[in-house]
């Protein structure tokens, strides 16, 4: 390995490129919200409802990985925010949401810390039911969220120049043009992390996608999946709120259990940090990652709460200093979350 070769956990970043890079995805999501006066959230606005959980962290984990909240055996009380990515119409296809709000969680934040308002001794976990981001770059991730305004901007009808846009998107693609880098395959990409038809938002594995550190020096990735493969409580695929519907209906017989995991960085290359379209683990022999997950912590969810979602701020930044978000997906959501989280407020 030379003295240039990435280390384990270590980022790799340009800070006025991502700065300016930053700044348009932020206006990006922006104008999406501008397009619909309903819209709270620019990142998963559709939510299917908020559970009540107790998150307990297991005994007799490795010296390794007994690190931050996962140092002592214990529980946490817990909100489970379960959303679409963009869709609101459950039919269809689309990416899902998990966001796991851990409350009074005691640790040093670190400066880059955002804390949520309603719950500011809080801990977020966010994770997608796609194992891995659409995005290799954070250039990409700007053309991504730049056509993604496109997309929503011409199913309004904005401007009167809908066959135009459409008809232009089209050739742009065929030439492999959509984007400043990736053409094509980052499309690809994108088609395959918003094309899942869930059933049930308990059913449904989640993966972080983006690394954070567990300790000092070292990289994971989160991963939930349901216990014994969940609840199988699913609904007719009737109505746009179906989902809604399948999660109230699998929480009927009692408690619904996940497990939580991490896939750890063992190479620096092969698991780079900067590029979340790698999955951690030997996809060939484990699609998914689920037989080589380490298990650190069950998720017990209680029930539904009445609703309050909105109100409530979930970054992959409001963790403590151990648990620092790594790469530079997670580095513009810090600044994008935030700046929409204060956007939502009065």
């Given at each position: 390995?030379?003295s240039?070769?990435?280390?384990?956990?270590e980022e790799t970043?340009?800070?006025?490129?991502e700065?300016?890079i930053?700044?348009?995805?932020?206006?990006?999501?922006?104008?999406?919200?501008?397009?619909?006066?309903?819209?709270?959230?620019?990142?998963?606005?559709?939510?299917?409802?908020?559970?009540?959980?107790?998150?307990r962290?297991?005994?007799?984990?490795?010296?390794?990985?007994?690190?931050g909240i996962?140092?002592n055996?214990?529980?946490?009380?817990?909100l489970?925010?379960f959303s679409?990515?963009?869709?609101?119409?459950?039919?269809?296809?689309?990416a899902?949401?998990?966001?796991?709000k851990?409350?009074?969680?005691?640790g040093?934040?670190?400066?880059w810390f955002?804390?949520?308002?309603?719950?500011?001794?809080s801990?977020?976990f966010?994770?997608v039911d796609?194992p891995?981001?659409?995005?290799?770059t954070?250039a990409?991730?700007?053309?991504?969220?730049e056509?993604?305004?496109?997309v929503?901007?011409?199913?309004?009808?904005?401007g009167?120049?809908?066959?135009?846009?459409?008809?232009?998107?089209l050739?742009?693609?065929e030439a492999?043009?959509?984007?400043?880098e990736g053409?094509?395959?980052l499309?690809?990409?994108?088609?395959?992390?918003?094309?899942?038809?869930?059933?049930s938002?308990?059913?449904?594995?989640?993966w972080s996608?983006?690394p954070?550190?567990?300790?000092?020096?070292?990289a994971?990735?989160?991963?939930?999946?349901?216990?014994?493969?969940?609840?199988?409580?699913?609904?007719?695929?009737?109505?746009?709120?179906?989902?809604?519907?399948?999660?109230?209906?699998?929480?009927?017989g009692?408690?619904?259990r996940f497990?939580?995991?991490?896939?750890?960085q063992?190479?620096?290359v092969?698991?780079?940090i900067e590029?979340?379209?790698?999955?951690w683990w030997?996809?060939?022999?484990?699609?998914?990652?689920?037989?080589?997950?380490?298990?650190?912590?069950?998720?017990?969810?209680?029930?539904?709460?009445p609703d309050?979602?909105?109100?409530?701020?979930?970054?992959?930044?409001?963790?403590?200093?151990?648990?620092?978000?790594?790469?530079?997906?997670?580095?513009?959501r810090?600044?994008?979350?935030?700046?929409?989280?204060?956007?939502?407020?009065?």
């Open positions: 390995m030379t240039n070769s990435p280390k384990l956990a970043i340009d800070v006025e490129v700065a300016a930053i700044d348009e995805i932020l206006n990006h999501n922006s104008a999406l919200m501008d397009l619909d006066p309903d819209m709270r959230r620019a990142q998963h606005p559709k939510h299917h409802g908020l559970a009540q959980a107790v998150f962290v297991k005994d007799g984990i490795p010296d390794n990985l007994a690190r996962f140092s055996c214990g529980e946490f009380k817990a489970i925010r679409n990515g963009q869709q609101k119409d459950d039919r269809k296809p689309d899902h949401g998990m966001a796991i851990l409350l009074d969680v005691p040093e934040p670190g400066d955002l804390p949520d308002p309603v719950h500011p001794s801990f977020d966010l994770l796609h891995v981001m659409f995005a290799k954070l990409q991730y700007r053309a991504a969220s056509f993604i305004h496109d929503e901007e011409i199913k309004a009808g904005c009167g120049w809908f066959r135009d846009k459409i008809e232009g998107a050739q742009a693609a492999g043009e959509l984007v400043l053409g094509l395959r499309l690809l990409r994108m088609k395959r992390f918003a094309s899942h038809e869930m059933r938002p308990l059913d449904a594995r989640y996608q983006t954070y550190l567990l300790g000092a020096g070292q994971v990735k989160y991963m939930v999946r349901p216990e014994d493969g969940g609840t199988g409580a699913s609904v007719p695929k009737e109505g746009e709120d179906m989902l809604a519907a399948a999660l109230a209906k699998g929480l009927e009692g408690p619904v497990v939580f995991g991490v896939h750890v063992d190479d620096p092969e698991d780079p590029d979340a379209t790698v999955p030997a996809e060939e022999i484990d699609p998914g990652g689920a037989g080589s997950m380490n298990e650190l912590a069950e998720i017990e969810i209680e029930g539904l709460q309050g979602a909105e109100g409530i701020a979930f970054s992959p930044w409001n963790v403590t200093a151990d648990h620092k978000p790594l790469g530079g997906i997670n580095r513009v810090g600044k994008v979350y935030g700046d929409l989280a204060k956007r939502r407020r009065p």
